[in-house]
Structure formats: C-alpha cells, structure tokens
C-alpha cells in the first residue's frame, strides 16, 4: 500500500495558477498508475487527470483539458498538478490517488486532500 500526502494548494485569484504535489512512500509508486480527484462541495467526487507509472499516457477530465498537466517523477517518487487559468468552478478538495489498473479504474491508495479556493 502507498501513502499519499498531497500539499500545495491555497487560495488563488480567478486566472491564476497553481502547483499541486503528491509524495508519495511505501509500496511501488513507481509501477503504479497515479490521478487527482477532486470534490466540490455538495457535489461528487471526480477524476481530474491520471498518468500511467511510465508518464507515456495521460488522461484529462474535459473540463480541465488545456488548463491542467498531470506529471510525476518517479525517482523522488511525486506526482504532481500544473492547474493554470483557474476558475471558480475549480474550486474544491483535491485528492491524489495511486493503485489502478487502468487511468479510469478504481484506486486503491488515496491522500486526505488538499483544498483549492478560486476567488473570481
């Protein structure tokens, strides 16, 4: 099992960026598949972008693609979260997530999360 600790998040001005972080240790971070999920309050939690453990494929939500960029180094074993152009509607805890067997499949490692406030 990876333990997952997220950080980098704050409160940002609409237009804004920023950079979300996830070290992660134990286990086999490096083999595995790794995402961001997000949850906005009264609302369900959802995939925002996964990577495989190689980085040679990505997933994006519609909603984020072209604002976000999901990257990981293995060799310090941290996944992270370019956000730019924020909105408010990305407004919302963002958790990292590793241990599926596929980019939209079900994880099995979660971090607690790390807040994104969005100011417009």
């Known amino acids: 099992q990876v333990q997952l600790v997220e950080s980098g998040g704050g409160l940002v001005q609409a237009g804004g960026s920023l950079r979300l972080a996830c070290a992660a240790s134990?286990?086999?971070?490096?083999?595995?598949?790794a995402a961001w999920f997000r949850q906005a309050p009264g609302k369900e939690r959802e995939l925002v972008a996964a990577?495989?453990?190689?980085?040679?494929?990505?997933y994006y939500a519609d909603s984020v693609k072209g604002r976000f960029t999901i990257s990981r180094n293995n060799v310090v074993s941290t996944l992270y979260l370019q956000m730019n152009s924020l909105k408010a509607e990305d407004t919302a805890l963002y958790y990292c997530a590793a241990g599926s067997q596929t980019l939209t499949g079900a994880y099995s490692d979660w971090g607690r999360g790390t807040q994104v406030t969005v100011s417009s």
């Open positions: 990577i495989t453990w190689s980085s040679l494929a990505r």
């Open positions: 134990g286990g086999i971070f490096s083999r595995s598949n």
